[in-house]
């Protein structure tokens, strides 16, 4: 259950959403392009980072780069 706490982790780093275009879901209401998350757990396939409504969600690794 860990992560029930990611929202209070430090932060790993920092990763900036470079665009919301989805072919399954409308990530478009929880990310805006240009803005800089909080990233606070990483998989293969995903980041969590802290997006527009203030919880923590997994989004796809493309919608992002490092910075």
Same mark, same amino acid.
């Given at each position: ?7 209070? $982790? *430090? $932060?790993? *780093? +920092? ?8 072919? *399954? ?9 240009? +803005?800089?998350?909080?990233? *606070? ?6 980041? !969590? ?5 203030? +919880? ?7 919608? !992002?780069?490092?910075?």
């Amino acid at each position: 259950m860990i992560h029930l706490s990611w929202h209070d $982790t *430090k $932060t790993i *780093k +920092k990763v900036k959403c470079v665009h919301t275009n989805a072919k *399954k879901y409308m990530v478009n209401n929880v990310l805006t392009v240009g +803005k800089i998350y909080e990233m *606070k757990n990483e998989t293969d396939e995903f980041y !969590f980072v802290i997006d527009d409504s203030g +919880k923590v969600g997994g989004f796809y690794k493309e919608y !992002f780069e490092e910075i």
